[in-house]
């Protein structure tokens, strides 16, 4: 049974940071990553590494976001610097399976921006 464990969301202050873990298990994944969806607004993507290391950022986090990912535990991180009001939203975890076709999302953690 695959899941996917987030931890690290809450409440910061506006120019604060905030590191997300996601540890997954139950497969092998390639592509992982984080999504993030904010009230009446869609899901986007944040940011996605690659199982061989290679990254991908939204241009809105691209230089206060970093996302990084250990192999041997199966576990994305997500480090978010200068964090701003709009950056509020509900994060997701994603991974996608070696096998084609499957993609499997976390639960969400709720991550405000607020003074």
């Known amino acids: 049974q695959v899941q996917l464990v987030e931890s690290g969301g809450g409440l910061v202050q506006p120019g604060g940071s905030l590191r997300l873990s996601c540890a997954a298990s139950?497969?092998?994944?390639?592509?992982m990553g984080w999504y993030r969806q904010a009230p009446g607004k869609q899901r986007e993507l944040v940011a996605t590494?690659?199982?061989?290391?290679?990254?991908n950022y939204a241009s809105s986090v691209k230089g206060r976001f970093t996302i990084s990912r250990d192999n041997a535990k199966n576990t994305v991180y997500l480090q978010m610097n200068s964090l701003n009001p709009e950056d509020t939203a509900v994060y997701y975890c994603n991974a996608i399976d070696r096998r084609p076709g499957i993609t499997y999302w976390g639960q969400g953690t709720q991550v405000t921006v607020s003074s």
């Open positions: 139950g497969s092998i994944f390639n592509t």
């Open positions: 590494i690659t199982s061989g290391g290679s990254t």
